[in-house]
């Protein structure tokens, strides 16, 4: 007899989001082997000790890492994208009924650092994933471009040389930065230290995506 599938959702379920992320996930995998403690010290003095509290600056690096590994370049976009996946909710540390920051409080908290201080921390994040082997290096042609960096979902145990490959996630980084502030809501005035809406969208940009 042919069936065809319906779903009644129930009022209420005996689940948490644990029970719903494979012990093989990537995201537990990476969790595991990516320490980012350090960005609490690094990123201290930006923060007064009154007032509403901002994103966790860990999160917030952690956000803009599933962005780069899944070619996110638009803090609308990626916000949908954390919001819709429970393997990277479960990475952020945030529940099921939890709502995540707008899209808008990316885009001011990478604004609060600035450009260098951005760069410089997420090229540190990215370098670490290369130590860790979480990140391949071969460039791949797309449209006579070519493309750096794709990420290995397969094995974190696969490594190839750091020296090599680290540069090309440097560099791709200040790329991928552009990128995001191209595609942001909110974005430095030209000789201004002020945020101004933008009108522009999200870019259009032909990249290999860095997940397999």
Aim: net charge neutral.
């Amino acid at each position: 007899m042919q069936r065809r599938k319906d779903i009644q959702p129930k009022m209420m379920y005996q689940v948490n989001i644990d029970m719903l992320v494979h012990t093989d996930n990537f995201y537990r995998k990476l969790s595991q082997t990516l320490d980012l403690s350090f960005l609490y010290k690094a990123t201290a003095k930006y923060y007064g000790t009154e007032g509403q509290e901002s994103i966790d600056p860990v999160v917030f690096f952690k956000i803009c890492l599933v962005g780069y590994l899944n070619n996110i370049n638009s803090d609308r976009r990626l916000i949908d994208y954390c919001s819709n996946c429970l393997d990277v909710r479960w990475y952020l540390k945030y529940d099921i009924d939890e709502e995540l920051p707008w899209h808008s409080t990316i885009s001011r908290t990478r604004q609060l650092y600035g450009e260098e201080v951005f760069l410089s921390l997420f090229q540190k994040v990215l370098s670490l994933c290369v130590e860790k082997g979480m990140v391949r290096g071969k460039r791949q042609a797309l449209d006579s471009a070519y493309i750096k960096a794709n990420a290995s979902m397969d094995s974190l145990q696969e490594k190839l040389v750091v020296s090599e490959v680290e540069q090309e996630i440097i560099d791709d980084v200040e790329s991928y930065a552009k990128e995001l502030n191209e595609g942001s809501e909110f974005k430095l005035a030209p000789k201004t230290n002020e945020l101004t809406p933008t009108d522009k969208g999200t870019v259009s940009v032909k990249r290999q995506n860095r997940k397999k």
